[in-house]
């Protein structure tokens, strides 16, 4: 009788949650099933373990030719870059918007609006131009550099910090910046002694969203480093499966196993704060 | 007495970090202005003025918080936005990418001469006349001579770019080959030299650039390499003063189109190339309109971008509610369900995407492997290669992606659902369906529908997805297609501006511009039903 009950109250859901969990781990599956294979192909024999080996961590992490770790971390560093500054840049756009009264203010918001809707993968060769010129002067910030790339991202993360970061500042009860100014604090006191300890936690979260869109990055990285010791993971790992002659999905699996491991954990670990955020319309890249 | 201190450390922070950044912007300003880059020189010198002026006087409080965040919008999104738009109304594209100085540069030396046409193709030997040959103080300013021969036709002769000078056969030196080496010489004194080995290399522009004398009026020679001499024709002459070509031939003249080439004033559509950039105005979005051509694979491209935007949407929507309603109850093992239907979320994306490219491959694929062992015998699905199917997998692979998302969104919109308005319904004697129907969903579109249209705005432009999975493929190229069956605006427009073979800059920011208006119309929709606006009154 209570089976009778728990089978038609609940293993429908556990039926559904089989399937779903089916479907998103299949590819997850295939990455470590693949990177741990003794051959480089895709293909499969079985879906079950055949053997055991680290060929192609091996082939990865050994060959003069692919420098990995150089790719991780012109990524993680680029990624850390781009999110720390941008965010903080941001925030403090954010804050005048939210708190501080000036004229144009609503015609502002909406012009951030408006350029954020143009597609920015269509400006790209207007970008790529000026970073050409600017390479002819300065060639540690110019094209081909990560300085430059850099540039590029913090410019093009802007938009979407500030509209974001928005949200969240609204969100925190303009009541204690009140309190704050009734004592004689200036905006400039307020923001770095009350709103900033105060939005931590969300420009962290801010931050995190922000690390892992720029981490995800493909085109822009593709076309301004060319170099192999500058690439981003993204575009060496492309390589292995983009090549004419040679697909190496071991390695490739391999690597991106490597490289989304550190993300997938933070990710979990930090989850309950990333939906606050995605609730207030974050959209991961 | 602590704030105070506290001001104290952070104006002598602030006036240290603004004058290094000034000091690195004067730098940079600098080395643009010395590299002739005056418009990028100017706008460092604009910098420079806004920083000093806004942090060191106190005209404005909310510019200084503005003005980094600013500076840095302006330099890399609005620059390139406002110079792409600007680019819809020029005609710029492969054959009209230079200035018109350059186009016409290049028409009056390169392309004013033309081969003639079933002339004799010379035997050539490079080497100097006689009267230069051995004073080596003029040897840099000699004439090159050449020592042309045909054969078959008993021609022999020594050209310059001034002189001509018949030889007879009994003139010429043969070598091993029967190919002409050397003429004799008259008495002791040399009639011609020839090259020694080093002085190809040395002399080489001058051999490529020399125009030598040929026996028809009108006509030169020109080496084509170091041993063969062919003859041209001037073929079209300009006319400085009415800024024309004329054909030589055919008489055809050809004038400034005022689109960017120079066009037979017969036949409009017979032109000169290169041409240039020129400013055409709406054309570019006429064309749009009136071209077969380009109207016809836009629209379809139109089309299933906003097929691809709305169901993915709805797909990623549907099955993320289905799961969020599903484990919407307390459940053995929901957290780990939970933790597993979020992976492909935490999972960057790109990573995610190419090896679903791996998995749908049709030979050794594991989704063709996953369905043949279901069925039970091998299947060869061409996932990423028939046009539907391409399409199928795009949509499959983005539902995976996504449907996380909308789980995560919808169990927070389901959790915020106040518990007393369904038990109140049920008390009311509503049923289960109904009181999802009428209650739960509403409530929850209300919640989410903001969410759910920035979703399709995201994707109406997901690039990397389409670039990456099929690259807008699959396209037959050889019936003439522009436009691949997944291609979306973003990646259709990306193509015409960056493809390998033709680019057309002008088009694709016509497109830009189209693709703009719409994804800023459904945005403004999105955010006027959000009502997010009304804050900022």
Known sequence: MIFLKWFLTKSWRHAIAWAVCFFALFPLYMIVLTSFKKTTSLQVGSFLPTGFSLTNFNSLLTNPTVPFYTWMSNSVIIAAFVSVVSVFIGAASAFAFSRLRFRGKKASIQLLLLIQMFPAVLALSAVYSIMDRVHAFAPSIGLGTIGGLVLVYLGGAMGVNIWLLKGFVDSIPIELDEAARVDGASPMQIYWRIFLPLASPVLAVVCLLSFIGTFNEYILASLFLNDPSQQTIAVGLHGFISGQFATNWGPFAAGSLLASLPIVVLFLSLQKYIVNGLTAGAVKG | ?537
């Open chain 2, 1 to 537: 007495m602590r704030l105070l201190k506290g001001i104290k450390i952070a104006v002598i922070l602030k006036i240290v970090l603004v004058t290094i950044a000034l000091a690195v912007l004067g730098f940079l300003m600098q080395a643009a202005l010395l590299a002739g880059d005056t418009q990028i020189g100017i706008f460092f010198g604009i910098a420079i003025f806004l920083i000093a002026l806004v942090y060191f006087t106190r005209i404005s409080i909310p510019l200084k918080f503005f003005l980094p965040g600013v500076l840095l919008l302006a330099t890399f999104v609005i620059t390139p936005v406002v110079y792409t738009i600007s680019m819809s109304a020029y005609q710029y594209k492969t054959g009209n990418i230079l200035s018109k100085p350059e186009a016409l540069k290049m028409l009056k030396s390169n392309d004013a001469f033309a081969q003639v046409p079933n002339e004799k193709k010379f035997d050539l030997k490079l080497g100097w006349c006689d009267e230069k040959y051995g004073d080596p103080k003029d040897v840099a300013n000699a004439p090159v001579c050449a020592l042309v021969s045909y054969y078959p036709d008993n021609i022999y002769f020594l050209s310059t770019a001034t002189t001509l000078t018949p030889l007879t056969r009994d003139r010429i030196i043969f070598n091993k080959v029967g190919l002409p080496a050397d003429v004799t010489k008259v008495g002791a004194k040399y009639t011609w030299e020839p090259f020694y080995e080093d002085e190809y290399a040395t002399f080489d522009k001058t051999i490529v650039s020399t125009r030598f004398k040929y026996s028809k009026p009108g006509t030169f020679m020109q080496a084509e390499g170091y041993s063969v001499m062919a003859v041209y024709a001037q073929r079209i002459v300009y006319d400085a003063k009415a800024d024309t070509f004329t054909d030589i031939k055919t008489g055809f003249v050809y004038k400034d189109n005022g689109r960017g080439n120079y066009a037979n004033t017969k036949n409009g559509k017979d032109v000169m190339y290169p041409g240039w950039r020129e400013v055409v105005w709406f054309e570019n979005f006429v064309n749009l309109v009136n071209d077969p051509s380009v109207r016809d694979p836009l629209v379809a491209v139109f089309i299933w971008t906003c097929i691809f935007a709305v169901t993915t949407v709805v797909t990623q929507f549907a099955l993320g509610l289905l799961i969020a309603l599903t484990l919407h109850t307390k459940m053995r093992g929901r957290w780990i369900y939970r933790s597993i239907i979020i992976l492909p979320y935490a999972m960057p994306s790109i990573m995610s995407i190419m090896i679903w490219g791996g998995m749908l491959n049709t030979d050794f694929g594991a989704v063709n492997n996953l369905i043949g062992l279901l069925v039970g015998h091998p299947v060869h699905l061409t996932w990423l290669t028939d046009p539907t199917l391409a399409r199928t997998s795009v949509l499959l692979v983005n539902l995976w992606l996504g449907f996380p998302y909308f789980y995560l969104i919808s169990t927070g919109a389901l959790q915020a659902i106040p518990a007393e308005l369904t038990e109140a319904a049920a008390i009311d004697g509503a049923s289960g369906g109904q009181t999802f129907r009428k209650i739960t969903l509403p409530l929850l579109m209300q919640m989410l529908s903001p969410l759910l249209i920035s979703s399709f705005a995201f994707n109406f432009n997901n690039f990397n997805l389409i670039y990456l999975l099929t690259g807008g493929g699959p396209k037959d190229t050889l019936s003439g297609q522009s436009a691949g069956a997944t291609d979306i605006l973003i990646s259709y427009t990306y193509n015409l501006a960056f493809n390998k073979g033709t680019q057309n800059f002008g088009l694709a920011s016509a497109v830009s511009i189209v693709i703009f208006v719409a994804v800023a119309a459904i945005s403004l929709y999105g955010i006027r039903r959000s009502k997010v606006l009304e804050s900022f009154v």
